[in-house]
């Protein structure tokens, strides 16, 4: 699992982040391990100015997003997974990031998500 969160809009005189690595909480889960933990890590996030000439309407529209230029990952165990599954998990901590073509085999690229923290699995309680 990878995750970014890709940011893009249009040209705004109003300053807005610019995209740079900032901290995210995500969710870690496997399938048959029951528990899901949450892990915080540095993704990608902030917007990227996205230029089109209004004349263009008839041409596809490129659509740059922040996403990840240099990336280490990261192990930890997963609790609660039984005999035989591999209870490793690795995630993204984002070094540096850039504006460039979202990259959605690695990214998250929609508009609005369930989020990074979203879990299928329960969460253990923290009584």
């Known amino acids: 699992m990878v995750a970014s969160h890709c940011a ?18 995500i969710a870690a889960e496997k399938d048959n391990c029951p528990v899901c933990t949450t892990i915080t890590t540095s993704i990608c996030g902030g917007y990227c100015e996205t230029r089109a000439k209004v004349l263009d309407v008839f041409l596809p529209f490129i659509q740059r997003a922040c996403t990840y230029k240099e ?17 490793s998990f690795s995630y993204p901590v984002a070094l540096s990031c850039h504006c ?14 369930i989020g990074p923290d979203f879990c299928m699995n329960r969460r253990p309680s923290l009584q």
């Open 100 to 113: 460039d073509l979202c990259k959605v085999d690695s990214s998250d690229c929609t508009v609005q998500s």
């Open 71 to 87: 990336v280490r990952y990261e192990t930890v165990r997963l609790p609660g997974c039984p005999t035989g599954v591999d209870p």
């Open 8 to 25: 893009g809009r249009r040209s705004n005189p109003v300053r807005s982040p610019s995209c740079r690595p900032i901290n995210a909480t």
